[in-house]
């Protein structure tokens, strides 16, 4: 266990909804990234957070967004779906953010399900 | 961007066998080098990472090494048990600022009992 939690574990909606994946990290850890896993595109960065504040992006879609609140949780928005988002959503955490090389800690992931 | 490459894409070696997997990286600024070991359902499991100012890491039966001048690394498993069949990664980051990890496409182990 990582101590980065994920919910929901599964997810299953329609082309053209919106959903919202929730992440919290280890306990202390300022920075959280979003990936997404797919069988045609590997693992992929989306998005960094760091203490609330964006630090880095990936090949996030406009269609996707994100955000880190006080708490350090974090939440990816996904909308107007495509049966080609339908992928595995991982959080990881890490304690520092640009500082140096730092470790990530992964989630178990949503896997989401756009039919 | 980060380019990295990993070879092979499935291996299957005997129980008590070594398994090698070989990674290699585009970005000579890239300086962290971590391994995730992903089962079945699970996220991604750090197992072990190397930093660039060090050639070689050993973790029990897990050792990585790191060439900075042929820009590529290397995961080692020795004495290979059952447990450790899974997907193996390996990623690359530039660290200092630019912290996301760019990944491999993953090989495939299976222990051959």
């Known amino acids: 266990d990582s101590g980065v939690t994920q919910t929901p574990k599964h997810l299953i909606t329609a082309t053209g909804q919106r959903v919202t994946l929730r992440c919290s990290p280890r306990?202390?850890?300022?920075?959280v990234y979003w990936y997404q896993q797919s069988l045609d595109q590997g693992l992929q960065f989306l998005i960094q957070y760091y203490n609330g504040e964006e630090r880095a992006k990936g090949n996030i879609l406009e269609r996707f967004s994100a955000q880190q609140f006080p708490d350090l949780h974090s939440e990816l928005n996904l909308s107007s779906l495509e049966l080609g988002d339908s992928a595995l959503y991982f959080c990881?955490?890490?304690?520092?953010?640009?500082?140096?090389?730092?470790?990530?800690?992964f989630g178990p992931g949503t896997r989401l399900t756009v039919l | 961007g980060e380019n990295v490459e990993q070879h092979p894409s499935t291996l299957s070696v005997q129980e008590g066998d070594s398994a090698v997997i070989k990674c290699t990286y585009s970005d000579s600024a890239s300086n962290y080098f971590p391994w995730y070991k992903q089962e079945l359902g699970k996220g991604p499991q750090l197992i072990i990472d190397?930093?660039?100012?060090?050639g070689e890491k050993k973790d029990q039966r897990i050792a990585v090494t790191l060439n900075k001048t042929a820009k590529h690394f290397s995961l080692h498993i020795t004495e290979t048990q059952p447990e450790d069949s899974a997907v193996y990664f390996c990623a690359a980051s530039l660290g200092f600022g630019n912290e996301k990890l760019t990944f491999g496409t993953g090989t495939r182990l299976t222990i051959i009992p």
């Open positions: 306990s202390g850890d300022l920075s």
């Open positions: 990881a955490s890490s304690s520092r953010g640009g500082q140096g090389p730092d470790t990530q800690y």
């Open positions: 190397i930093r660039s100012n060090v």
